[in-house]
């Protein structure tokens, strides 16, 4: 008898098992094919692009499939494209691939990693002015030559520690890190872009808590942005701007309001009326931007330009919804019944004290 309740149990145990595990495959199916679904369907258009100045950069570039440094010029552009609609500035990561104005492929889009490297890019698109104009074209120029050195860079520089570099270091020499080496004697400013980007802890996330809710109506909401710096430990406080699409905060009345973090942290408080039945907040890190890849890869036969870095804000949104206070309506019947059971409580407690 108790063999066959064990084999029950185990027969049980074990359907339920098949089932759990029948539930989580079903789950990464569905999650491997909404992620598949989503490669590949950016379509990207070369606008245009403009030349820093100077127009390229010098340096040398190390073929990995010769095996062999190559000493040149890299023309150093700022590229316009246009996503789906919309309209980015962008450079190149690989200066091997031709990109060219009137290009138009399909691309997948992710958000670069929190890294060593992409903290340096990132800290160049931050710190200085990109764009065609004609005060910031020197920028173009000395960015890209940047951005090539720190995307080439060998990761175990990067890995253990405090990184370290040596981009003076020649082909010939002892010590050099990455497959770009600009020349910093023909290209001083590409260099000096470098050096201040070393080790600098930049802000790549932002996110608030709480994230959503439901509320009574007219309830404050605290509200806290948490900026995470890619270096895994905290940089410079910057401003986060909170905005609201149907509200204020406290702290200025008004639907947009900027905080200092402190510790990496800013804070505001939402208020909205008692009509308000929705709402969206967004928090902003102010000028503060991280970066994203378009990545034409596996997309077309033709082979295009494999990745590019676009600037984008980094922001979070959080969302929250109210509810109606009102005390419910009493029925007429439910009435009279309280009153019937109140007046019964009460004639037993006038009894009991006669007695």
């Given at each position: 008898m108790s063999t066959r309740k064990g084999k029950s149990v185990t027969s049980v145990l074990l359907a339920r098992n098949i089932a759990k595990a029948a539930f989580i495959f079903l789950l990464l199916l569905a999650v491997t094919t909404a992620v598949a679904s989503a490669e590949c369907e950016w379509n990207v258009t070369v606008e245009d692009y403009c030349y820093g100045t100077p127009p390229q950069t010098e340096g040398w570039l190390y073929n990995t499939a010769t095996s062999s440094w190559t000493y040149g010029t890299q023309a150093t552009a700022l590229i316009q494209l246009n996503i789906n609609g919309d309209e980015f500035d962008s450079y190149c990561i690989d200066p091997e691939t031709l990109i060219d104005i009137g290009y138009t492929f399909n691309a997948s889009i992710y958000a670069a990693e929190p890294s060593c490297k992409n903290n340096s890019i990132a800290y160049i698109l931050d710190n200085w002015t990109h764009s065609c104009a004609g005060s910031d074209l020197p920028n173009v120029s000395a960015a890209q030559s940047a951005v090539w050195y720190f995307w080439y860079l060998n990761d175990t520089f990067c890995s253990i520690g405090e990184p370290k570099y040596n981009?003076?270091?020649?082909?010939?020499?002892?010590?050099?890190?990455?497959?770009?080496?600009?020349?910093?004697?023909?290209?001083?400013?590409?260099?000096?872009?470098?050096?201040?980007?070393?080790?600098?802890?930049?802000?790549?996330?932002?996110g608030i808590t709480p994230s959503a809710g439901s509320f009574p109506e007219g309830t404050p909401i605290e509200l806290e942005a948490t900026?995470?710096?890619?270096?895994?430990?905290?940089?410079?406080?910057?401003?986060?701007?909170?905005?609201?699409?149907?509200?204020?905060?406290?702290?200025?009345?008004?639907?947009?309001?900027?905080?200092?973090?402190?510790?990496?942290?800013?804070?505001?408080?939402?208020?909205?009326?008692?009509?308000?039945?929705?709402?969206?907040?967004?928090?902003?890190?102010?000028?503060?931007?991280?970066?994203?890849?378009?990545?034409?890869?596996?997309?077309?036969?033709?082979?295009?330009?494999?990745?590019?870095?676009?600037?984008?804000?980094?922001?979070?949104?959080?969302?929250?919804?109210?509810?109606?206070?009102?005390?419910?309506?009493?029925?007429?019947?439910?009435?009279?019944?309280?009153?019937?059971?109140?007046?019964?409580?009460?004639?037993?407690?006038?009894?009991?004290?006669?007695?």
């Open positions: 981009h003076t270091a020649l082909p010939n020499q002892t010590g050099w890190e990455s497959r770009w080496i600009p020349n910093c004697t023909a290209h001083p400013e590409a260099c000096a872009f470098i050096n201040a980007s070393i080790n600098k802890s930049v802000p790549y996330k932002i900026v995470d710096y890619c270096a895994g430990e905290g940089g410079e406080e910057v401003t986060v701007v909170f905005e609201t699409d149907n509200g204020n905060f406290t702290e200025n009345g008004s639907a947009v309001y900027e905080n200092e973090t402190v510790n990496g942290i800013a804070r505001a408080t939402l208020i909205c009326n008692p009509d308000v039945e929705s709402v969206t907040v967004t928090a902003r890190a102010k000028d503060m931007k991280w970066f994203e890849i378009i990545d034409p890869t596996g997309c077309q036969e033709t082979e295009y330009q494999a990745t590019i870095s676009k600037f984008v804000n980094i922001t979070d949104d959080a969302n929250f919804s109210f509810y109606t206070r009102k005390v419910p309506v009493l029925s007429l019947p439910f009435i009279l019944f309280l009153a019937v059971m109140l007046s019964v409580i009460a004639l037993s407690a006038i009894r009991r004290s006669k007695l």
